[in-house]
Every structure is written in structure tokens, then in C-alpha cells.
């Protein structure tokens, strides 16, 4: 088996689903820890490893969140109802009081998809300021989740680069960044600042690539795609959730920010690829068949050497493995579920 087993009436992975464990994970057993965005893709994974390691988790997620992926009995110690912006207030900490980290995943405007600006800005930009201040009233470190979006397009970026987001979805998550370290500077909040690249793996929303595809192949219907030569820093979910572990527990994260990557970019076509031919299908890939997108990026990738180096962390699962774990998982568990019963052909 390539993935851990799962219990279909709950969709909880009853075992980790990450690569490894660091050694100092176990300094979150026993401890409060908060995460937003808890019923989101990278959320799903993040809190069944937080309660595997020992620790007490308050899952925050905004009404209307999906529910398939069993949050609420995923061993959590309490679920908050509630858009992020209303932890600015304190009208949760009691609920929250003795939360020593804060996990701050919830965003707007994740998956390519129309969405207004307003609320992608708003949503972002002061839901980041609302994890900020409640933190600072429980006296906890942030893990702050911005996005390779918050670069232009390129090859090999490092954390030392200036922003240059070519989407608003970007711009408001390099806002992020950049109130919450002017937000630490001036009140001494413990933050560290992952940039993941290009999430996949069980879980993934439907409309994205690798579970588009996926669906499709498994179904025998042919794929409508773009050229697919735009190029991606592929990260299995399991890889990116060791990180946010190690960024909760290393001292010499705080005040850090890190390219959470491979650094070896791959095409969409070749992805696209390796998923046909990890299921065996009959299907044909239309390449060419879409046009871009107007911001497609044609390249983006990051260095992931800092977080090595000051994390102990790298990805260590390939692209051809995760997209098997990925498969297995797609064929056992989500061809039953109506979410990826309609998926789009993707792009």
C-alpha cells in the first residue's frame, strides 16, 4: 500500500500520511495548538498528524466548510465555527486559552476559480491581522502559511527576494508576510513564514491538476489541457506537513521564512504523464486543447536549502511516488465521494 489506511466512515487516516517524523515532534504532545483553514486540503492532513503527535487541537474552519473530511472526529479537543477575522476580538479565547501555537492556513482565493477581490484581499490581509492579535493575547508563536505566489515568475527563488505577485491572490498573501513581521518586530510575537509551492496529494480540491486528472484517467474520459510546458515545484502534502511541524518546534525558525519545495521543477505535461501512467488508462491528454491562463506563470519553482539548513527539513517523497499515494488513494476513497464524482477537465 502506498497510503496510510483509511476508515470510509469518517475519511480520517487512521495512521500519519506524512514521509517521516522529526525527533523533536513529541514536544507537541500535550500542548494547545490552533489551526484556521482546519477543513482545508493542507488542514485535513495537518490536524490528524497534530493529534497523532499528542497534541490538543482547537480546529477553527468558516461555516459552510467542507464536512466529508470528518474534522470534528478526527480526535480534535474543540471545533471553533467562524470566520478567521473574528478571532481579532475575544470572543474565542476562552475557548483557545492555553494555545501555545497557532497554525494559520485559512486563505481566500487558494484555488484558481472566479472570486471577488475584495473578499481575496480582505479575507487574507485581516484575517492574517485577527491570527495576530489573538496571539498575541494567548502569548503563542504563528506559523504563518503564505504561498510561492507571493514570487513572479522564475526559477530557484529565495527567500531573500523581493515579492513580485502577479495575482491578487499573491499580493494579499505577501501582505500577510509583511504585516506579520512588522507585527512581530514590534510586539516580539514569535512568527515563522512557510511558502509552500505546489501542494498535491490526497484530499487535493477536485478542480486542481493532479486530482482533475486523476478522476479522469481512472473514468477513461480524455483530458482537455493546455500546452502544459508551464512548469511547477511539485510538494507532496505529507512532505509540506513535516514542515509545518518542524516550524512549530525549532527555535531557530522564529523570525524565518522558507521556501517549502523540491527545487527540481516539472511540466504539467509530464505530470500529467506520470498520472496516466501510474492508472494504466486509455485516456488521451489533449494537450494544447485549452489556452493559458492570462497570469500563467511559465516557470516557478524555489530553493529549499533554508529550510534544510535551519528546519532539518526536505521533501523527501518523489513525484512518482506521491502521485501512486495520490492514485490509491483517488481510486479507494474519493471515486466514492460526490466532490470529485463532476470534476473539470483542468488546466
Not at 495512521?15 to 500535550?30: M, S
Not at 470528518?70 to 475557548?95: F, K, M, N, Q, Y
Not at 491572490?169 to 516580539?188: D, E, I, P, Q, V
Request: with cysteine; hydrophobic share 45%.
Amino acid at each position: 500500500m502506498f497510503y496510510a489506511e483509511w476508515r470510509r466512515d469518517t475519511l480520517v487516516p487512521s495512521a500519519p500520511l506524512g514521509c517521516y517524523w522529526r525527533d523533536d515532534v513529541d514536544t507537541l504532545g500535550g500542548r494547545r495548538v490552533l489551526v484556521t483553514g482546519a477543513a482545508g486540503f493542507l488542514g485535513s492532513h495537518l490536524v490528524p498528524r497534530l493529534v497523532g503527535a499528542g497534541a490538543k487541537v482547537c480546529a477553527l474552519y468558516r461555516p459552510g466548510a467542507p464536512r466529508w473530511r470528518g474534522i470534528e472526529r478526527a480526535g480534535v479537543s474543540c471545533a471553533v465555527h467562524a470566520d478567521v477575522r473574528a478571532l481579532a476580538e475575544p470572543i474565542h479565547d476562552a475557548t483557545l486559552a492555553g494555545v501555545s501555537v497557532v497554525f494559520h492556513l485559512a486563505a481566500v482565493g487558494v484555488v484558481a476559480e472566479p472570486v471577488d477581490v475584495r473578499e481575496v484581499v480582505h479575507g487574507n490581509i485581516d484575517g492574517t491581522l485577527a491570527v495576530l492579535l489573538a496571539a498575541q493575547r494567548l502569548g503563542a508563536r504563528v506559523i504563518y502559511c503564505g504561498s510561492c505566489f507571493e514570487y513572479g515568475s522564475g526559477a530557484g527563488w529565495n527567500e531573500d527576494a523581493l515579492p513580485a505577485p502577479t495575482t491578487e491572490y499573491g499580493a494579499a498573501k505577501s501582505a500577510g508576510w509583511m504585516l506579520a513581521n512588522a507585527f512581530a518586530r514590534r510586539t516580539g510575537l514569535e512568527v515563522v513564514s512557510l511558502r509552500p509551492f505546489t501542494i498535491y496529494g490526497p484530499m487535493e480540491p477536485a478542480r486542481r491538476l493532479v486530482p482533475s486528472v486523476v478522476m479522469h484517467a481512472l473514468a477513461g474520459r480524455n483530458i482537455n489541457l493546455t500546452p502544459g510546458d508551464q512548469a511547477r515545484d511539485f510538494v507532496y502534502v505529507g512532505d509540506v506537513v513535516d514542515a509545518f511541524l518542524a516550524a512549530a518546534t525549532s527555535r531557530e525558525a522564529v523570525g524565518g521564512t522558507f521556501n517549502i519545495c523540491t527545487g527540481a521543477p516539472v511540466t504539467v505535461r509530464e505530470v500529467v504523464q506520470a498520472v496516466l501512467r501510474c492508472v494504466g488508462s486509455t485516456s488521451t491528454a489533449r494537450f494544447g486543447a485549452l489556452a493559458y491562463r492570462p497570469t500563467e506563470l511559465p516557470m516557478l519553482s524555489g530553493d529549499p536549502s533554508r529550510a534544510e539548513r535551519v528546519l532539518g527539513w526536505r521533501a523527501r517523497v518523489s513525484l512518482t511516488e506521491g502521485i501512486a499515494r495520490t492514485t490509491a488513494w483517488f481510486r479507494d476513497v474519493g471515486a466514492l465521494l460526490p466532490e470529485y464524482s463532476t470534476t473539470d477537465a483542468p488546466r
